[in-house]
């Protein structure tokens, strides 16, 4: 049995307790603050394909990640009993203009060469009564590969699912074997501090939590925001990006022009209640892609990081790339996803 010690309990780090823990690895995760303390304890979750052109390995590993997901999810949730809000329910998105409308039906076409019989991208009329955002043009896109779930119950699923291997979050530990660091925004500014460019820096997003039932509608994106009808009767709206701030988990009016704008490009949720207001630092690596692979310089030491917005979705694919490498030594890390891409 192989010895893997997780510095880092966010999503990174806990989905890769999970597969090496499956594969027969004895795991233990370190985080001192507990699981999902930082920016993978938010609640928006929304699980969606950058679009089908100009394809890059970032994209086909997205693709190949967001297929695996239904199957990652399941598992987790049934070892540990606890629902992580997973649904695989699509997208929509409105169509501004003609120009649009022709780029959309462009993409479709795309869409049936790249992701195949996988899942379609397609323009439809806008028939879905009140769960659908204003489109000027009358139609909308429609994507089936879209999924989200809820962050922090995900986090919770997963923790839970570790328990039947008998791992707990602990606060501190001596290292064990090989050392994972999925350590977030604070792993990028140690990194940062070992070289003279910037590796990579947080992002501060706020969102927000509305009292309203659509569960198992599609998610939407219009007006720049996410709407993502969870499971549970709520419904999050989100997020500012922000690369300037002062207090990283404080919600101000940046927040009320995100809900403000989400009112706006679906009227259903006008006067829907809020209920809670969320605020995190998530980690941007300067390629803006996952920064996966051994800590150059550090024998036995790895990075998973840089999750940024797609975290979730990147992560079923990215806790079995950094399986493979940390238990059998095979590196499948694709092209623009190594560490030393980022230094």
């Known amino acids: 049995m192989t010895d893997i010690t997780i510095r880092g309990a966010g999503i990174f780090g806990l989905s890769v307790a999970w597969v090496c823990c499956q594969r027969g690895a004895r795991v233990q995760i370190v985080d001192p603050h507990g699981a999902a303390a930082g920016s993978s304890g938010g609640i928006v979750g929304a699980l969606a394909p950058h679009v089908p052109e100009n394809w890059n390995p970032k994209k086909a590993f997205q693709l190949e990640s967001l297929l695996m ?16 809000g997973y649904a695989r329910t699509g997208r929509l998105q409105p169509i501004a203009d003609p120009a649009a409308h022709v780029l959309a039906q462009r993409r479709a076409e795309t869409a049936r060469e790249l992701w195949r019989d996988h899942a379609t991208w397609e323009v439809v009329t806008a028939q879905h009564g009140d769960w659908q955002p204003n ?41 064990k074997g090989a050392v994972l660091w999925a350590t977030g925004v604070a792993g990028l500014e140690a990194l940062n501090r070992d070289h003279t460019r910037s590796v990579g820096n947080g992002v ?6 509305l009292r309203y039932d659509a569960a198992g509608a599609p998610q939407l994106f219009a007006g720049g925001v996410h709407v993502i009808p969870h499971l549970d009767g709520t419904v999050a709206i989100g997020s500012t990006s922000e690369r300037d701030y002062d207090d990283p988990k404080s919600t ?62 990147m992560a079923p694919k990215v806790a079995h790339v950094m399986a493979d490498l940390l238990l059998d030594g095979s590196d499948t890390i694709p092209e623009g996803f190594r560490v030393e891409d980022n230094l």
Do not use: Y
């Open 69 to 84: 997901a239904e199957s990652f999810w399941a598992e987790i949730a049934n070892a540990g009993v606890k629902n992580p």
């Open 135 to 175: 489109s000027p043009d009358g139609h909308l896109i429609h994507d089936s590969l879209s999924a989200h779930l809820h962050p922090r119950q995900a986090c919770e699923a997963i923790v839970a699912a570790l328990r039947g291997f008998g791992v707990e979050v602990m606060p501190e530990s001596t290292d």
């Open 252 to 313: 101000d009016t940046k927040l009320d022009d995100v809900i403000a704008a989400a009112c706006a490009a679906v009227p259903a949720l006008e006067g829907a209640p809020v209920i809670a207001r969320w605020a995190g630092v998530r980690p941007r690596a300067r390629s803006r892609a996952p920064m996966l692979g051994a800590w150059p310089d550090r024998q036995g030491h790895f990075i998973a990081n840089g999750g940024f917005k797609i975290g979730f979705g």
């Open 204 to 209: 501060k997003g706020q969102a927000a939590l």
